[in-house]
């Protein structure tokens, strides 16, 4: 059954290597009511002319005269949207054949989630597969404000936009991605969310997030560790307190500190495995 139509959206500029790869997975899916809004974001490649060459009737495509940068284009593609539930993917990451349908089957299943989430393979440029992105260890309905304060505390468990179909409703209240924040916008935004409901969470790979050197992932963690750490401690001040995560200062603290070692360790992991 496909009640509801389910929007994906994908915010391009300058993929000319991914983008077309990208797209294919999503319009081949076998969930079939989907919108699919693409909006580049004046690319200097041949992004725009690729996006432009694919015929499908579920595809809208739109082109920013001005550059509005990662997180003005992320926000412009869900205004664009009109699906009950939405899901944002960056334009060289790859949906599972079946991923929408049992993501969407899930949402409708479950009245209470806001947010459904699954596991993601780790691919290099070659397509090989170097290691798997599991969330949160409990699988199926779990209440958004566990999820959250897990995540702060250790690791950000929502993972990247693939990962996440969002509900409309929770979307639109939380207002988009927050501006203030450069890189780990997404991050905040799946912590808004999950604390308006709860969290599903199907623990089956169904889509693949490719490692590169030179993607926001990438450069943030690689070469911007600096910088990420201020942008954890904005969220944590953002997301702890009263109505919204309790954090203990040791809590805080140690957060702080986990997010510089796992930044080390994920540096090294790139080198290992990224180009």
Known sequence: ????????????????????????????????????????????????EIINSIRDDRLKVYHNEQNLGMSGNWNRCLELTTGDFVKLICADDIMD???????????????????????????????????????????????GKKVAKTALIWNNFFGAPVNNLMRRSAMEQVGGFDTDFTYILDFDMWVSIALLGDVFIIHQPLNSFCIRNDSNTGVLIG????????????????HTGPGKVELSGLQFSFSVWFRKFRNSVIGVYLKMFAK
């Open 223 to 238: 070469k911007k560790r600096d910088v990420y750490v201020k942008e954890h401690i904005q969220l944590l001040k953002k």
């Open 97 to 143: 054949q079946n991923a929408l349908e049992l993501e969407a089957n899930a949402m409708r299943e479950n009245p209470s989630a806001v947010l459904v989430e699954s596991d993601t393979r780790l691919l290099n440029l070659k397509g090989e597969v170097h290691g798997q992105f599991k969330r949160y260890k409990q699988a199926g309905l779990v209440n």
């Open 1 to 48: 059954m496909e009640t509801e139509l389910v929007s994906v959206c994908i915010p391009a500029y300058n993929n000319e290597e991914y983008i077309e790869n990208t797209i294919n997975s999503i319009l081949n899916q076998t969930y079939k009511n989907i919108e699919l809004v693409v909006v580049d974001d004046n690319s200097t490649d041949r992004t725009w």
